[in-house]
């Protein structure tokens, strides 16, 4: 079936259910990052790749909505297809629940796969359309009845994470849970997002590109812990083992049964930000929601002593890896054809050479030139671009490894800089380096510390349009919450105090449109400092050893304590690589790090 | 009567009603920072005479909660009276609805004048004694039947802020005021701050000490604009102009009568955290409360272009009273006897002198030595201190003029200072510097840049226990919301841009008990800069015109960019103050404002 076929069929489904309109997300059912084959309805329907984008469909239009990274690739992908482009966040462009709260009738029914939606979406379309006395039908997967070629539901196998690696076994944790389940009241906690169950089982898998989680929902109650996932996924062993830690493993579907078996009278913990609409609609009238950020979160996100003394180790391999991968770009380039996609598989090898590597943590960013401009930039076949030997490669990558996961990102001169170029590296790494050197009161958040990072652009009347840092999994997600730093101070309670043990990135950035693209980027470990009468002070260890490129750095636009900043960290960084490089890598890493005045 | 006396005389009358506890804040009907004589039902009862501080009186107990600045007043006054002293804040000390949810019993009623607490402190209340069934009397003020010779209200005349100063008219404001209305969907709107009625109408009073407002409420409908206010307090004229404008002038006591004429189905804007208990409970039943933010609290913060230019000018004003104080005292100091208490009368003086000045913005701090470590000190006959030609001596003042409201603080060289007194000085000034240099995207609120005043501190360890800046209020309340600079960010939505127009204090400080205090305190207006493709930037100027004291300040300690930010504000000083100033205190001006490299 080409598009206007699949919508012809989805249309006559709608029909027979009278409903007036069908919303794809791109989303599974546990609101992950990326999403697996099985998933990718939107995709699937329109057209149109992108891993962003909201498809609505009605009797005689259908929309699609994506934001500012892929205008230009959903123009080119929805050519032809009848399907409108809605560019998000464009002046007069109205957010999708708007636009259905303006074009429906009074009484119309709004259909969804409803374990595609979480339940503050659907309360932001209650908003925008009640009204007209607007009703939700989310019981069904109609692209599921027309699509006859679906790929299955992955069921990678599930493998343990040792507790060497974990620090905590998965029974502590359960305990601990249960303790926040107390002060809150519950009786029960539905957990849905997939790392924050992998993290509570000490387990890992394989059912989500970059993410090593397993499809699974958690049902805690004070006595027992339902597991719902694909048994296929699971071998005798950890089967015996989660057993004995007093998990019970039920199919991956009976979540729904699970949760609408709660009696009346119970409370549950769900966080409505999270669990799709399909299961907050699964809880019994008789019993009260408890709507709060899952407990899990911020447990997840302050790492364990045994997990910070691995995940150094992770970033000295890490570190060996993208010096070596810098070493070979710049006295390469411009002697043989090297591609973005051409770079990011020779990175890609020099981590696999490492012990204990596993794969990338996201899709690598390696963006030459004026590519490097759109932070979020991914080479494909068509754009892949032969790197010459002038101007500046932003690289943003990384890596799981067993030890724990990276992020990177530097900016390299290949050749001859311009001076604006220069000016604009530099101006980014005074923002990184003094954000970097915080030194702040227990308690402070990311959005107390962001103008640190921002301020030497703010100074000149520039900004980059992303957060400044965001937290990272331990060999999970490598974005992961409750903690993240920017400076818009939103209205939900999403300030979290900067905890010990808490990864950061630490990432400013500028981008200069049709030019070139600046970011460095390092993961920094939230540490406690001194303790005075004051109260105790806290501030960031780098964890990312891989030097600056000094060859953009105007000196002049930086201060004498911003060069010691810098020095220090090289100082570090060859400290800490040198014993595993030799030869010319090892002079270069010398010359890299030298100290700058 | 004494104390003992009015506790069983007091007691007697909660026996009648069977109440069990019996609460007595330091508020009005209008939660103002000073109360009149009126409201000072805690200090007649307890006779402690702190601003701040909180009486609950049971039939075998009494407990008198108050913070830190008052935990030595509260400990001589209340010696002998049974009343136990609660230090708020102390570890181990519960707050006073948590201690009630403790102490009391099944079923106990506790009773309070309705009037005197707010919505939200009653909800605090009722979170904490809710699992004992625990109700509330708040229909009589107890108080009143056993105090004798209490004051009578205050009832000081009305006048009129003249369009020329306010900028604005009455009928604009409650226009502007009527289309929020609208947009929350509010039918009536019920407004309490006295502040935020003065402001609306223009008008002004002197019911309250040190901001010259007026006791009153204004309950305002699509229609209709009830002032519940003290007759004899109006003129005819201005009884005539309230007339022309459609504002209906009714008694002061009728305001609840009005709120529950409101009929069924209606909505009524009223913000609960400012809100009196008993005008909440007059809403009638089938009235829906909308509980947001008072819209006119927004629309005072942001000053009008005529408000603007007066305050400039006020500033002005006081800048040649503070500077002719500064040299006065420097040069007096050692030569002649001067107490903390008397210089504040000198420098009243100078201020009287202005034209259009009127009265003091609060009570001023004259801190001398080891006084000024507490932020709030404030002489009293008994600590009433000699300056002696040694030392620091903080100033915390600030004056109403016609033209508008001051509030600056310098920390005054005496004589001989300490290296550790120089280094505090000059650290809080750095961070003064840097916060009024602060140059950031519109959008970013006081809670983004609170770091920067405090970095040079934290940076070694030292911090201030106060925020780093208040808005102002224009001849209203030297201390207005909503914006406001601090780094903690609560749960309430207390995140408010700063806005064009909008006046912030910078006043960092650094307090080491036992020895010495500093403060740096200059108000800012928050404008406009240049606007790039990354959005509108937005700055800080002065608008306090008085040096800084350069005589503690450790250059070695300064950057050459603080250097340079305080020698281009002196300059401006200098050139603001020279044409008022002439003789010895022009030559003193001069060097006190020379560069200093």
């Known amino acids: 079936m080409n598009t206007a076929e699949k919508l012809t069929a989805l249309r006559a489904e709608m029909k027979k259910r009278r409903l007036a309109a069908y919303i794809v997300p791109t989303d599974d059912f546990h609101g992950s990052e990326y999403v697996g084959d099985y998933f990718k309805a939107r995709e699937y329907?329109?057209?149109?790749?992108?891993?962003?984008?909201?498809?609505?469909?009605?009797?005689?239009?259908?929309?699609?909505w994506t934001d500012g990274r892929y205008f230009l690739q959903a123009e080119s992908q929805l050519s032809g297809s009848g399907i409108e482009l809605m560019k998000s966040g464009q002046p007069g462009v109205p957010t999708l629940p708007a636009y259905l709260g303006e074009e429906l009738s009074q009484g119309d029914v709004i259909g969804f796969d409803g374990r595609t939606v979480t339940g503050a979406f659907v309360e932001e379309l209650r908003e925008k359309t009640d009204k007209k006395q607007i009703t939700f039908y989310g019981k069904r997967d109609l692209v599921d009845l027309i699509w006859e070629d679906r790929p299955p539901l992955s069921a990678e196998p599930v493998w343990e994470l040792e507790i060497s690696y974990a620090g905590l076994t998965r029974e502590d944790k359960i305990q601990k849970v249960r303790e926040k389940m107390e002060e809150y009241g519950?009786?029960?906690?539905?957990?849905?997002?997939?790392?924050?169950?992998?993290?509570?089982?000490?387990?890992?898998?394989?059912?989500?590109?970059?993410?090593?989680?397993?499809?699974?929902?958690?049902?805690?109650?004070?006595?027992?812990?339902?597991?719902?996932?694909?048994?296929?996924?699971?071998?005798?062993?950890?089967?015996?083992?989660?057993?004995?830690?007093?998990?019970?493993?039920?199919?991956?579907?009976?979540?729904?049964?699970?949760?609408?078996?709660?009696?009346?009278?119970?409370?549950?913990?769900v966080d409505e930000?999270?669990?799709?609409?399909?299961?907050?609609?699964?809880?019994?009238?008789?019993?009260?929601?408890?709507?709060?950020?899952?407990?899990?979160?911020?447990?997840?996100?302050?790492?364990?002593?045994?997990?910070?003394?691995?995940?150094?180790?992770?970033?000295?391999?890490?570190?060996?890896?993208?010096?070596?991968?810098?070493?070979?770009?710049?006295?390469?380039?411009?002697?043989?054809?090297?591609?973005?996609?051409?770079?990011?598989?020779?990175?890609?090898?020099?981590?696999?050479?490492?012990?204990?590597?596993?794969?990338?943590?996201?899709?690598?960013?390696?963006?030459?030139?004026?590519?490097?401009?759109?932070?979020?930039y991914e080479a494909t076949p068509e754009t892949d671009a032969v790197i010459r030997p002038e101007g500046l490669c932003l690289a943003d990558t990384g890596g799981h490894y067993s030890e724990g996961t990276t992020d990177i990102t530097r900016t390299i001169v290949l050749g001859e800089v311009t001076a604006e170029e220069k000016r604009a590296f530099t101006l980014v790494l005074k923002g990184h380096l003094r954000f970097g050197a915080a030194k702040f009161l227990e308690g402070v958040c990311g959005q107390n510390l962001d103008?640190?990072?921002?301020?030497?652009?703010?100074?000149?009347?520039?900004?980059?349009?992303?957060?400044?840092?965001?937290?990272?999994?331990?060999?999970?997600?490598?974005?992961?919450?409750?903690?993240?730093?920017?400076?818009?101070?939103?209205?939900?309670?999403?300030?979290?105090?900067?905890?010990?043990?808490?990864?950061?990135?630490?990432?400013?950035?500028?981008?200069?449109?049709?030019?070139?693209?600046?970011?460095?980027?390092?993961?920094?470990?939230?540490?406690?400092?001194?303790?005075?009468?004051?109260?105790?002070?806290?501030?960031?260890?780098?964890?990312?050893?891989?030097?600056?490129?000094?060859?953009?750095?105007?000196?002049?636009?930086?201060?004498?304590?911003?060069?010691?900043?810098?020095?220090?960290?090289?100082?570090?960084?060859?400290?800490?690589?040198?014993?595993?490089?030799?030869?010319?890598?090892?002079?270069?890493l010398e010359k890299a790090t030298a100290p700058l005045w």
């Open 45 to 64: 329907l329109s057209g149109f790749t992108g891993s962003a984008g909201t498809l609505l469909v009605m009797p005689e239009r259908a929309l699609l």
């Open 186 to 269: 519950a009786d029960a906690f539905l957990v849905t997002a997939l790392d924050e169950v992998a993290w509570l089982l000490n387990l890992r898998g394989g059912d989500v590109k970059h993410t090593p989680v397993f499809l699974s929902y958690l049902f805690l109650t004070k006595r027992r812990a339902i597991l719902c996932a694909q048994r296929k996924a699971f071998s005798e062993e950890i089967c015996r083992e989660l057993q004995r830690a007093g998990v019970t493993l039920l199919a991956y579907e009976s979540i729904e049964e699970m949760v609408s078996s709660l009696p009346e009278g119970h409370r549950i913990l």
């Open 273 to 376: 930000r999270k669990v799709n609409y399909r299961l907050l609609q699964a809880v019994s009238k008789g019993v009260e929601k408890v709507n709060r950020p899952s407990p899990i979160a911020l447990m997840k996100a302050v790492k364990t002593p045994k997990e910070i003394a691995h995940i150094r180790s992770a970033h000295v391999k890490d570190g060996v890896a993208v010096t070596r991968f810098l070493y070979w770009l710049k006295t390469h380039v411009g002697k043989e054809t090297i591609t973005e996609m051409g770079a990011a598989q020779k990175l890609e090898e020099f981590r696999a050479e490492r012990e204990g590597y596993l794969e990338p943590s996201f899709s690598p960013i390696i963006a030459y030139g004026a590519h490097a401009a759109s932070p979020h």
């Open 451 to 588: 103008i640190l990072a921002r301020q030497p652009l703010w100074e000149n009347g520039l900004d980059y349009n992303h957060g400044t840092g965001h937290g990272v999994g331990y060999l999970l997600s490598v974005h992961e919450g409750p903690q993240n730093v920017r400076w818009r101070i939103g209205k939900e309670m999403d300030c979290v105090s900067l905890e010990e043990g808490m990864i950061l990135s630490n990432e400013p950035g500028l981008y200069m449109a049709g030019k070139f693209g600046i970011r460095h980027e390092n993961l920094v470990l939230v540490r406690k400092g001194e303790k005075t009468e004051c109260g105790q002070f806290m501030y960031l260890e780098p964890l990312t050893m891989v030097p600056f490129d000094k060859e953009a750095i105007d000196t002049t636009l930086m201060t004498a304590e911003e060069l010691g900043l810098l020095n220090t960290y090289h100082k570090k960084v060859y400290e800490t690589l040198a014993p595993y490089l030799a030869g010319e890598e090892l002079a270069w």
